[in-house]
């Protein structure tokens, strides 16, 4: 967006996600088989084994899970300024594949206000923290708001 001179964001929201700035500690996935594959992310990413289970439903997911995945494997940082917006890194505190250190990583890619919040769960926390993180997600926007309101 900067690149391109288009308005950045009033805040910028990271979700399970290393800075983009670090070396991948993780081997890819992408180039498993099916089995291996979802094996692979069961074990990494705590995808709920449920879910495997149904086979029908995992078909019509793979392909999108593959190229989800393949985006965050062959990403290649390139190094520039920090945004000038907040930013706030969310997580699982189980989390196996990001853990707070990688997340608080993202404070070297904003030259504005930085906050971390960490929830129950894993890779997924979303499943069983979404509601808080909406509140605090609201909460915060509505505070932009307001200040923007005051200026």
Known sequence: MRDRELPLPVQLYVSSMAAPQLP??????????????LQAMTE?????SQDTAHRTL????????R???AL????QYSEGPPLACPLMATGGRDDQAVNMSELAAWRAQTSAAFSQRMFPGHHFYLDSAGASLRKVILSRLAALVRDAGEA
Do not use: I, N
């Open 67 to 69: 190229r989800d995945l």
């Open 58 to 65: 995992m078909e019509a997911l793979l392909p999108q899970l």
């Open 72 to 75: 965050v494997e062959t990403y």
């Open 44 to 48: 990494r990413f705590g995808l709920p």
């Open 24 to 37: 991948r500690r993780l081997s890819p996935l992408t180039d498993l088989d099916d089995a291996p594959f």
